[in-house]
């Protein structure tokens, strides 16, 4: 598939292309601009590698078919925007307590409601994170080019099969519907995560059983084990635990601390001239690039400018951000929205540094020229 030959194509495509090369064998969907492309292509060309695509009647039934794909045992994946995001947030909650590993892309676009189907924006960082009510941890990550496209799928995939989760995978209507030059890796060079299946005696099978590692094993639905699946807190036989407040506290623990204790598998981030950087840009997605084009000119000038660059949006990278805190005089959040990762960095910087946001919300991307007038004049007396 694609074998190490370098193509032109879009993030959609290479949101399909690194789902497929993950292994992703089942595709529901509903058409929504701009995330429609990522349907067609797993449309005409997942059967090819023995999947099923399914169009499904809304996004809520999308998200309930991949549920069940995944419990069939296929690796499964959905794509939305804002609008079907909103939809899926039940059956989101259903498999985060069920433990599902899916993968679902959102590509942002600007709202709320409908909004502006065909211009780019980053305000669904927050419902990433707390869109499904109720107590819960959230893996999400944020691409910035399509080179990151086809890795971060993949690596949407591993985190997904691995930690027994749906991960959030998120673009936005730009990054999705340009073109880029990428190098797609020979299949047999990447790593990819299988989940933990189950090997006891289906009689002895315990669905929800703690190995000791925090994630219990899988039993695919029709390899021979029964099982009681419910959005319901359970315990470790799968049926519901609400009688029992121990057991309640226990579940609700188990799906923070298999995250919780791995952050350092999880968290991904990147910084660019932090070392000594008076100055530093918190950026991700499309918006990182411009930071990162800011960092260069602003050096050029004299200005002291560095970038961290979240990948890994949710768990939110707090390392990252108390290392430079430490050094920087100015930590200048930039963000399409008006202002959700903003005050996450806020609350880590603790007063430690001054923090200034510069949020942009009409559509269009934010530009180096702008970052760069916003850092002179944030740091006046400041650098």
């Known amino acids: 598939m694609d074998k190490g ?57 999308s998200m309930a078919a991949i549920i069940g794909a995944s419990m069939a045992g296929a690796k499964s994946m959905t794509s939305t925007s804002g609008p079907g995001f909103s939809l899926m947030q039940e059956n989101l909650g259903f498999a985060i307590m069920a433990e599902v590993p899916c993968v679902v892309v959102d590509v942002m676009r600007f709202g709320p409601s409908q909004g502006v189907a065909t211009v780019p924006a980053q305000a669904d960082v927050m419902q990433a994170r707390w869109g499904t009510h109720g107590d819960h941890p959230s893996i999400t990550l944020a691409l910035s080019t399509v080179k990151e496209a086809y890795e971060l799928t993949i690596r949407a995939f591993n985190l997904a099969e691995k930690y027994r989760t749906p991960v959030i995978l998120l673009s936005d209507a730009t990054l999705s519907q340009m073109s880029e030059k990428i190098e797609l890796p020979d299949p047999g060079t990447l790593e990819i995560i299988d989940r933990k299946i189950a090997t006891v005696d289906p009689e002895q099978f315990q669905p929800y059983e703690d190995d000791g590692s925090g994630i219990c094993p899988f039993a695919p639905y029709g390899s021979g084990y029964i099982w009681y699946t419910t ?143 916003a850092i002179k004049e944030v740091t006046v007396g400041v650098c």
Not at 12 to 17: L, R, T
Not at 297 to 310: C, D, F, L, W, Y
Request: net charge negative; with cysteine; glycine share 8%.
């Open 5 to 61: 030959r370098v193509a032109v194509i879009t993030g959609n495509d290479a949101i399909a292309k690194g789902a497929i090369a993950a292994g992703m064998r089942f595709f529901a969907g509903y058409p929504i601009t701009p995330a429609s492309e990522i349907s067609h292509y797993c449309a005409e060309n997942l059967p090819k590698y023995g999947g099923k695509f399914i169009q499904m009647e809304d996004e809520i039934g």
């Open 231 to 373: 959005g319901i807190v359970h315990d470790e036989t799968g049926f519901p635990a609400t009688s029992d407040p121990d057991k309640l506290a226990i579940q609700i623990d188990r799906l923070y601390d298999k995250i919780n204790h791995n952050l350092e598998d999880i968290v991904q981030v990147e910084e660019y001239l932090t070392e000594d950087a008076e100055v530093i840009l918190v950026a991700y997605g499309s918006v990182a690039r411009a930071a990162l084009a800011t960092a260069d000119t602003a050096r050029r000038e004299g200005i002291k400018v560095g970038v961290v660059k979240p990948v890994t949006i949710w768990p939110f990278p707090e390392q990252a951000i108390k290392k430079v805190r430490e050094k920087a005089k100015t930590i200048l959040v930039c963000e399409m929205n008006h202002g959700q990762l903003y005050w996450k960095v806020r609350e880590v910087v603790e007063g430690k540094a001054q923090i200034a946001f510069l949020g942009q919300y009409n559509g269009k991307l934010i530009k180096p020229e702008k970052i760069l007038a």
